[in-house]
């Protein structure tokens, strides 16, 4: 294997991140603080998990949005609710009502549902989960 090409796999290793799969591939999770409370969001489009990425790394100011799930996932214990993994992308804007911390979020799960969708504004990537 040439240089250009060992570098082209180890960007798409670093891309894709570990784990099972979606329609877009391998998943990413990623631990997104919300102030000082945090859950787990899993991400298989390629282009969200590059956004997640660059936010880990202060590149952009970009929040997760998505639709809200019941149930923990598989992923996002200790919370009884999730984002589907293969819908679920970073924006930069959002509506008010589906902003909320995660234990607002598990008080409220119904309203939630209702919502269909969880957008946390000061949600931020703080680490990729192994």
């Known amino acids: 294997m040439n240089l250009r090409a060992a570098a082209v796999a180890l960007a798409a290793a670093a891309l894709t991140g570990c784990g099972g799969g979606g329609p877009d591939g391998p998943f990413t999770d990623f631990v997104v603080a919300v102030n000082d409370q945090t859950f787990v969001l899993r991400l298989s489009d390629r282009g969200a998990i590059a956004a997640a990425y660059d936010n880990l790394r202060g590149r952009n100011n970009q929040f997760p949005i998505g639709p809200f799930r019941a ?17 679920t992308r970073m924006t930069e804007a959002a509506i008010e009502v589906c902003d909320g911390e995660p234990n607002y979020v598990e008080a409220h799960l119904e309203d939630y549902l209702q919502v269909g969708s969880y957008c946390p504004w000061g949600g931020r990537v703080v680490a990729v989960k192994p």
């Open 71 to 87: 149930g923990n996932g598989g992923f996002n214990a200790p919370w009884s609710w999730h984002l589907d993994p293969d819908e």
